[in-house]
């Protein structure tokens, strides 16, 4: 079992920058795959970025403005968000996965956190 909660999110201008964290316990963190996702209203969870400790990688509509890092001695998983646009307002989930490698698709996470909201003002 692996619980996950995020926090970070709020209420920011277009432009701005926002850092979400992902405290991970109960498993070897340095072990599983986490990555975050994002649900906007009507819309389904899409795919933000993955950390699989030696990589990393991004949806294209995020690839330069946001940023995956991991603290191994906080068990914390964090999302730097630049030059947020309004496009980027969803709430914004961290995900946990059993299985090694990475996938783009929500349904291959085994575990998720409770969310938080992220709002871009234009």
């Known amino acids: 079992q692996v619980q996950l909660v995020e926090s970070g999110g709020g209420l920011v201008q277009a432009g701005g920058s926002l850092r979400l964290s992902c405290a991970a316990s109960g498993r070897t963190f340095s072990r599983i795959v986490i990555g975050w996702f994002r649900q906007a209203p009507g819309r389904e969870r899409e795919f933000v970025a993955v950390?699989?400790?030696?990589?990393?990688d991004y949806a294209d509509s995020v690839k330069g403005r946001f940023t995956i890092s991991r603290d191994y001695a906080k068990n914390t998983v964090y999302l730097q968000m630049n030059s947020l646009k309004y496009e980027d307002t969803a709430v914004y989930y961290c995900?946990?996965?059993?299985?090694?490698?990475?996938?783009?698709?929500?349904?291959?996470?085994?575990?998720w956190g409770q969310g938080t909201q992220v709002t871009v003002s234009s």
């Open positions: 950390d699989i400790s030696w990589s990393r």
């Open positions: 995900a946990a996965r059993d299985s090694p490698g990475w996938s783009p698709t929500p349904s291959s996470y085994d575990y």
